[in-house]
């Protein structure tokens, strides 16, 4: 099963919980054409897992780990997974990956069974492997509310037609880490969420970039400055409304019509091949 990426086209925070997550406001935006491969066997005892792409624990650390055992849990089946899973999908980039891979081992676990497992089951489960994961479990444009479990699919008229770049560094930035900042050098503005809402309703692409927001960039590029002049370099290659990627630390962009068609190349030698660019059909 191939499992895809997502990008946060807006993420608004809007409030924190006693329990020390925050409130959202967060549009996914999936992105078919980057993606890991999940597969689900049976096997003779215990959950086991192996993975290739990616220098990652494939023990009960592993998320499609924990995910396996919340669904035997939740079940009770008597079964021994083995998962296999091919990473393409940068880790720990602000691009879902992890939690793209669990919510596939969710599904096909539960395929594989006989589907013993309702969707608000699923659901129930996703939520508390973590916030992302249930989006993943039918990843279409969607708005979520809450710390992101309230899911509202939104009409979305080609959303494959955003030529969208991504940048991604190499480094990680824990989402915890940036949660636990996300005011450090941030001002408020107005929300602009309902003007994307429309741009994206009636395709109305060329506006798209301009309402793109994430309250957490602002900590993030404080951090790390190597993430502002790969910004300006992107900007430099005619890529509009350079943003940070939920919780990061990939950028991406939308390209223009001066955009040239080996941007990513550009990009990746510019910085010595330290970054790994991304773009559809590229």
């Given at each position: ?81 083995r998962i296999t899973l091919v990473k393409r999908i940068p880790i720990a980039a602000g691009l879902g990956g992890g939690s793209s891979d669990a919510a596939a081992t969710l599904l096909e676990l539960n395929r594989i069974c006989g589907k013993p497992l309702d969707y ?163």
């Amino acid at each position: 099963m191939n499992t895809c990426a997502k990008i946060n086209l807006y993420l608004r925070i809007t409030g924190k919980r006693e329990d020390g997550y925050h409130e959202l406001e967060n549009l996914f935006m999936p992105l078919s054409w980057l993606y890991d491969t999940v597969e689900v066997s049976l096997a003779d005892s215990g959950i086991s897992m192996e993975i290739t792409g990616a220098d990652l624990e494939a023990d009960a650390s592993n998320l499609c780990w924990k995910a396996a055992q919340a669904f035997l849990d939740a079940t009770g089946l008597d079964i021994s997974p083995r998962i296999t899973l091919v990473k393409r999908i940068p880790i720990a980039a602000g691009l879902g990956g992890g939690s793209s891979d669990a919510a596939a081992t969710l599904l096909e676990l539960n395929r594989i069974c006989g589907k013993p497992l309702d969707y608000p089951a699923l659901h129930s489960i996703a939520t508390k492997l973590g916030a992302d994961v249930p989006f993943f479990l039918n990843p279409q444009p969607s708005l979520a509310t809450g710390i992101g479990e309230r899911l509202m699919p939104i009409q979305c008229d080609r959303p494959e037609a955003l030529d969208i770049i991504l940048a991604n560094p190499g480094f990680p930035v824990p989402a915890s880490w940036a949660y636990s900042h996300w005011r450090n050098g941030f001002s408020d503005s107005p929300s602009t969420l309902d003007a994307l809402l429309e741009a994206l309703r009636v395709g109305s692409l060329q506006d798209v970039p301009k309402f793109v927001r994430n309250d957490l960039e602002h900590c993030i590029f404080a951090k790390f400055p190597i993430l502002k002049m790969i910004r300006t370099k992107m900007e430099e290659l005619c890529i509009a409304n350079v943003h940070i990627s939920g919780s990061g630390p990939t950028l991406f962009g939308f390209a223009t019509k001066d955009t040239p068609a080996d941007a990513t190349n550009i990009l990746e030698q510019s910085f010595h091949n330290f970054l790994r660019c991304f773009r559809r059909g590229k």
